[in-house]
């Protein structure tokens, strides 16, 4: 909890958007995100935690990092970079094992997604008359 609470106290700005809370903004604006999802086994740690925007924790939910950048224009370069860098320098680990631990993440996002299609469908199979939809 100590990690989720040094984060707390980081500046008031979102790491994959950049918005600056604004004065009119509540304290719940901003959420603390775990880079690599928990539901992907990223851990609870320092390293792995970012400030961000409610619309941005919102948006990327357990999306990879990668994912999410694809997806959202805000998200540039160089805020990704200095995503890497933070995670890099929080976890004494080199940028090239941050990024390939972020590359385990978005293919195991990828074969979650591939999985539960073929799971969805063979359901609908098996109950032709009920429709189960896939979000």
């Not at 940028?95 to 063979?122: C, D, G, N, P, W």
Request: glycine letters at 6%; aromatic letters at 12%.
């Amino acid at each position: 909890m100590e990690d989720a609470y040094d984060v707390y106290f980081t500046e008031d700005t979102c790491s994959y958007c950049g918005k600056e809370r604004g004065p009119d903004d509540g304290l719940r604006s901003f959420h603390i995100d775990h880079i690599i999802p928990m539901i992907q086994g990223g851990p609870n740690s320092r390293w792995n935690l970012v400030k961000v925007c409610a619309s941005c924790n919102s948006s990327k939910g357990s999306a990879s990092l990668f994912d999410f950048r694809s997806r959202t224009e805000a998200f540039t370069e160089e805020r990704f970079d200095l995503v890497i860098a933070g995670m890099t320098e929080r976890s004494g680990s080199s940028a090239e094992y941050i990024y390939e631990l972020l590359s385990q993440s978005h293919e195991f996002e990828a074969a979650y997604q591939r999985e539960r299609t073929k799971m969805v469908a063979l359901l609908n199979l098996s109950r032709p008359n009920t429709a189960i939809y896939v979000s």
